[in-house]
């Protein structure tokens, strides 16, 4: 039987995106997984930068296996063939980069409007069991360690005082809890891609007044990861697990929908930035500001046309410290 959940959050951003309410697994009463209809990576407030430089080739391992599926808006597409490459090649950059082992089902559709965006299911966990799970994982980098030492040891969370963390199901399932992560009948998100105005291939010629594919298909990627928009549920006073991360300086941290606050990723405590996050409220609070960081990223809350990004070194930290194994390299 399925419970009827109210949307955590609407955006205007794709027309595909309603407010009311969606189907989780689990019976009535119990905590099935929700739906966050999220919109993200809006088209406008052009920069004028250079993109930034690929990360090095990486060699191929058995890490993070995500499994995509493709509506038939892309499958019945002319173009079908460019863009299930685009969003696959992606996938091997992840693959690659992510050695975590676990599988990730994400739907791929194309939408009329918007540029990018997504419908992902995510649950609560106890702010206290993710912080057990996050000192309890392998292999845990320099970053890790910082970034932990900044959670402290309590029942309820350091951000807002409430007991619990809203987690991206695959985020859940990295972090070794795989009941809070059962997916049912339904793919773990739902990723919406305005095609027609972007550029499907990085070789050949372009249009430089359309968005890059893989740029925007790898931002909603890693927001269903739980980086990102997602990774932050500001907009609902609920707590993600990037706002454990969220400063406004040394020792201050930020949890607030003001847009004078200059907010930014720290994993030290706020003594040191990471890069700004978004205060506009037209955009994800989980995304990267677009004017106070100096320069494009893949996860910037709006985006710019004709720029190729990859993934950057923040980009990067922000996968690792939440709960997944990455790749060590001297690049990040």
Wanted: aromatic share 8%; glycine share 10%; charged share 15%.
């Amino acid at each position: 039987m399925s419970a009827s959940v109210t949307v955590l959050a609407s955006f205007s951003l794709l027309s595909a995106f309603g407010a009311g309410s969606a189907s989780a697994a689990g019976s009535v009463g119990n905590a099935g997984p929700r739906l966050i209809h999220n919109g993200n990576a809006f088209p406008d407030h052009a920069i004028a930068a250079a993109p930034n430089t690929p990360a090095a080739a990486l060699p191929a391992h058995g890490g993070i296996n995500i499994i995509p599926t493709f509506d038939t808006t892309i499958t019945q597409d002319p173009q079908a063939a460019l863009i299930e490459k685009g969003i696959k090649a992606d996938l091997a950059t992840l693959h690659n980069l992510v050695l975590t082992p676990i599988n990730v089902t994400i739907e791929f559709a194309s939408s009329p409007s918007g540029l990018g965006g997504a419908a992902t299911y995510y649950n609560t966990e106890p702010y206290s069991s993710y912080r057990t799970d996050l000192q309890h994982r392998p292999n845990l980098s320099v970053f890790d360690h910082r970034a932990q030492s900044t959670l402290p040891a309590a029942a309820v969370n350091p951000v807002d005082g409430t007991a619990d963390v809203n987690m991206t199901l695959p985020l859940l399932r990295a972090t070794g809890e795989k009941a809070l992560s059962f997916t049912g009948d339904h793919v773990d998100s739902t990723i919406f891609l305005n095609t027609s105005i972007m550029n499907l291939s990085r070789t050949g010629p372009r249009d430089p007044a359309k968005y890059d594919l893989q740029q925007v298909a790898m931002h909603e990627i890693v927001e269903v990861l739980g980086a990102g928009g997602a990774g932050d549920s500001l907009l609902s006073n609920q707590v993600g697990p990037m706002d454990l991360f969220r400063y406004s300086a040394k020792g201050v941290r930020s949890y607030t929908t003001d847009p004078n606050e200059k907010a930014y990723f720290s994993i030290n405590g706020g003594s040191t930035s990471r890069g700004y996050f978004n205060q506009d409220p037209g955009g994800d609070y989980g995304d990267w500001s677009h004017d106070l960081n100096g320069k494009p990223q893949v996860q910037d809350a709006f985006s710019t046309p004709n720029l190729r990004l990859n993934l950057d070194h923040n980009e990067i930290i922000a996968l690792d410290v939440v709960g997944y194994h990455v790749r060590d390299n001297a690049n990040w």
